[in-house]
């Protein structure tokens, strides 16, 4: 398994994917340690839009970036709506949503640019963060996948995405998965379940049954879609960490019940 957690200043983490290449990118998920934020936002918050005290979040966000050797008011973020619209991001849109909800991005679940020093940033509790690298090209894209956005293919539209802006061939593309709630935990009801076997027909897998019980494995599920869109199965990495099973170290909606923080994935390209 290449995903790994490091333990940077203090108490603060990075879970990093070891395939992705040092020298190309600057990438970590966050864990929940380490931050500002009372219950039920303790403590590494860093989403804004959950109810949380705004000055706790910008004070998280400044250490979680500075951990990471980024300025919180270069970073892009968007309001993630579990849709499927991906935005191309560039020099012109450097901060937006980095410290006020209200001039995010607007409307979108994944962010693709190849404008190096730019940190994207979308923020979790739960749902998968999928992260993809253009090696050649030198390009990333960074996904949010809960289950409406996996059933529509956001991370194989982002791909897609990255390969009519940048050129990104699949086989050149590296793929992460990570931290996210899992098979073991995520129960769906019959709805959510139907829209499984409509969306993908070929993969019954992705449904698993247990005790009269069934689960949605979503990490499975977005990796199809990325080997549906070419890439192989060697540059797709699954960190196979379940945020629920692990909630006192990830926030997990599901392990809360509802109100929680965030915790978010960061990519940047490093210049050339
Ligand atoms: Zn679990």
């Not at 340690?33 to 400044?62: M, T, Y």
């Not at 076997?197 to 992705?206: C, G, K, R, T, Y």
Request: with cysteine; aromatic share 8%; hydrophobic share 40%.
């Amino acid at each position: 398994m290449s995903y790994f957690l490091r333990r940077v200043d203090g108490n603060i983490w990075h879970g990093q994917f070891s395939s992705f290449p040092e020298d190309l990118v600057t990438h970590a998920v966050s864990t929940r340690l380490g931050g500002h934020s009372a219950k039920p936002f303790d403590s590494l918050n860093l989403g804004l839009h959950v109810g949380d005290s705004e000055e706790n979040v910008l004070a998280n966000r400044r250490i979680f970036m500075r951990s990471l050797g980024f300025r919180v008011e270069d970073i892009v973020t968007p309001n993630q709506i579990h849709g499927d619209k991906i935005f191309v991001v560039d020099e012109s849109h450097r901060g937006r949503g980095s410290q006020n909800y209200s001039d995010a991005i607007p409307e979108t679940d994944a962010l693709i640019t190849n404008t190096p020093s730019l940190p994207l940033m979308l923020c979790f509790a739960d749902c998968v963060p999928i992260f993809l690298i253009d090696v050649e090209n030198r390009a990333i894209g960074l996904a949010h996948g809960g289950w409406k956005g996996t059933l529509n293919r956001i991370a194989a539209k982002t791909f897609h995405a990255m390969a009519e802006n940048f050129g990104t061939r699949a086989e050149d593309c590296l793929a992460g998965i990570a931290p996210s709630i899992g098979a073991c935990c995520y129960e769906i009801g019959e709805s959510v379940r139907e829209a499984c076997a409509n969306a993908f027909p070929n993969n019954p897998e992705l449904i698993v049954e247990r005790d009269g019980k069934k689960f949605l494995d979503l990490w499975s599920a977005n990796k199809v879609q990325l080997l549906e869109a070419g890439l192989p199965e060697e540059n797709i990495d699954v960190a196979g960490e379940c945020t629920c099973c692990n909630a006192n170290f990830y926030f997990s909606y599901r392990a809360a019940g509802g109100t929680t923080g965030r915790i978010a994935a960061v990519i940047a390209l490093k210049e050339d």
